[in-house]
C-alpha cells in the first residue's frame, strides 16, 4: 500500500474514532509504522505539554483531570499547529482530533482552503462494559505514548516500552471516577463527530471488540481501498 502513497498522492489523512479505551491509540500506533505516516493524537500532545509545564499543558491539565473536553480554541491551535508540520507532509493518521463538531468543521475549513480533505474515519465501535475493563489494565509508555494491557497486550519485557524500553505508567485519568466522567461528557460529541462525517459517507463503522490484529487488518484494507480510489 505504501507504493499507492508516493509523492504525487495527495495527502492521505485518516481519522480514528471512538470512546475512551476504544483502541483508537492501539491502532493508530501499528498504522503510523505499516503506512509511515505520522501518528498525531491530541491527547499525547497534551500529555507531553503538561509533562513539559507549558502554558498550554497547565491550562489542560485541570480539563483533563475533571474528564472534560479541553476549550475547542485551545485544542484547534495545537492540532492545526502539528498538522500543519513537516513531517505530516504526506498524510498523517489522527487519534482523537477532531472530537466535537466545531474542531470538525475548524479541522474541514483548513483542509479546504488546501483543496484537501480527511479521506476516510473509522470509528472503532466498543461497549461501555467492554471500554471500563481495558482502560482499568492500561499501562502507556510516557515517551512515545504507545498503550498496553495487562492481559490483551502485554508488553515483551515487564513494565518495559517494546519500542523505546521506557518505564510503563498508568494515566491519572484511567481512575474509575475520571473514566465515567469521560464516557458521559465526551461521548454525546464524538458521536456528532460521526453524524458529521457521515454526510459526506466516508465514515467506516468497525466491531472493535475483535482481537487487535483483527481490527487492524480491516482498518488497513478499509484505507487500501480508500488510497486505491484516491
Ligand atoms: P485521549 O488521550 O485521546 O484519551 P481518550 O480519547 O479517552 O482515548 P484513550 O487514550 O483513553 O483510548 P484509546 O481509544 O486510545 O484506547 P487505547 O488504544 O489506549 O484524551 C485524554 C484527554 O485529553 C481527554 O479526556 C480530554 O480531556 C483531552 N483531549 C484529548 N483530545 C481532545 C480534543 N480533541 N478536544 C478536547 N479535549 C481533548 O486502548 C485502551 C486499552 O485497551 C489498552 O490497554 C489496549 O492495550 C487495549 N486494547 C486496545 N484494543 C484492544 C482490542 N481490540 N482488544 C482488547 N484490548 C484492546
Not at 17 to 25: D, E, I, Q
Not at 58 to 73: H, I, Q, S, T, W
Not at 94 to 108: E, I, K, M, Y
Request: net charge negative.
Amino acid at each position: 500500500m505504501n507504493d499507492r502513497l508516493g509523492a504525487d498522492a495527495p495527502r492521505l489523512i485518516i481519522l480514528l474514532v471512538g470512546a475512551v479505551g476504544a483502541g483508537k491509540g492501539t491502532q493508530a500506533a501499528i498504522l503510523s509504522r505499516e503506512l509511515r505516516l505520522p501518528h498525531l493524537a491530541s491527547g499525547n500532545l497534551f500529555r507531553a505539554a503538561m509533562a513539559a509545564h507549558t502554558e498550554l499543558g497547565d491550562e489542560a491539565r485541570g480539563f483533563m483531570e475533571r474528564g472534560e473536553l479541553v476549550p475547542d480554541e485551545m485544542t484547534i491551535r495545537m492540532f492545526m499547529e502539528e498538522l500543519g508540520a513537516s513531517r505530516a507532509a504526506r498524510g498523517a493518521i489522527l487519534d482523537g482530533f477532531p472530537r466535537t463538531v466545531g474542531q470538525a468543521r475548524a479541522l474541514d475549513e483548513t483542509l479546504a482552503r488546501q483543496g484537501e480533505r480527511i479521506r476516510r474515519v473509522i470509528y472503532i465501535d466498543v461497549p461501555t462494559e467492554d471500554l471500563i475493563r481495558r482502560v482499568a489494565g492500561r499501562w502507556i509508555c510516557l515517551q512515545c505514548g504507545t498503550p498496553y494491557h495487562e492481559t490483551t497486550d502485554p508488553p515483551m519485557v515487564d513494565g518495559h516500552c517494546n519500542r523505546d524500553g521506557s518505564v510503563l505508567t498508568q494515566r491519572d485519568d484511567d481512575r474509575p471516577e475520571v473514566v465515567r466522567a469521560r464516557l458521559e461528557r465526551q461521548v454525546p460529541p464524538m458521536l456528532e463527530v460521526v453524524d458529521h462525517y457521515q454526510r459526506a459517507a466516508i465514515v467506516d463503522r468497525l466491531d472493535g471488540t475483535r482481537p487487535i490484529e483483527e481490527v487492524t487488518a480491516e482498518i488497513l484494507s478499509r484505507i487500501g481501498e480508500t488510497a486505491a480510489s484516491a
